[in-house]
């Protein structure tokens, strides 16, 4: 994180709370983890050049959340990109994102209803 310190974003399973901790000791100990957010499968956390971290996950629905605190404990609320009815259960939320600019990301998430070349 901007201030030297490391944070991390846990799975705790489906359906479950995710959790975040921090480490000012370059990850020799952490802080005790505090709720994230309701969900959280597959958290990925992406830093840009602007400052800004973000944050995408999900399960039931595909989240993002943005901080530009430099401890990275305080966070912007969740922005869905995908409300659940239309998301679960054709995702499993495994996202991955890429710097596109010094204040741009690219997500990336799957779908499993894009029809393969036999229609399936």
Same mark, same amino acid.
């Given at each position: 994180?901007?201030?030297? !310190?490391?944070?991390?974003?846990?799975?705790?399973? !489906?359906?479950?709370?995710?959790?975040? =901790?921090?480490?000012?000791?370059?990850? &020799?100990?952490?802080?005790?983890?505090? &709720?994230?957010?309701? $969900? #959280?499968?597959?958290?990925?956390?992406?830093?840009l050049k602007c400052g800004v971290t973000l944050c995408?996950?999900?399960?039931?629905?595909? &989240?993002?959340? =943005?901080? &530009?605190?430099?401890?990275?404990?305080?966070?912007?609320?969740?922005? *869905?990109?995908?409300? =659940?009815? *239309?998301?679960?259960?054709?995702? $499993?939320?495994?996202?991955?994102? @890429?710097? @596109? !600019?010094?204040?741009?990301?690219?997500? =990336?998430?799957?779908?499993?209803?894009?029809?393969?070349?036999? #229609?399936?």
């Amino acid at each position: 994180m901007p201030d030297g !310190s490391m944070i991390t974003v846990m799975r705790t399973g !489906s359906f479950t709370p995710s959790y975040i =901790a921090r480490s000012t000791d370059g990850g &020799k100990t952490w802080s005790k983890p505090v &709720k994230f957010d309701d $969900c #959280g499968v597959f958290p990925q956390l992406l830093r840009l050049k602007c400052g800004v971290t973000l944050c995408s996950y999900g399960r039931p629905v595909l &989240k993002v959340r =943005a901080t &530009k605190d430099p401890s990275g404990m305080v966070w912007e609320k969740p922005c *869905e990109l995908m409300p =659940a009815q *239309e998301c679960w259960p054709r995702s $499993c939320f495994y996202t991955e994102m @890429l710097p @596109l !600019s010094d204040d741009t990301a690219m997500l =990336a998430y799957s779908d499993f209803s894009v029809p393969d070349k036999d #229609g399936i």
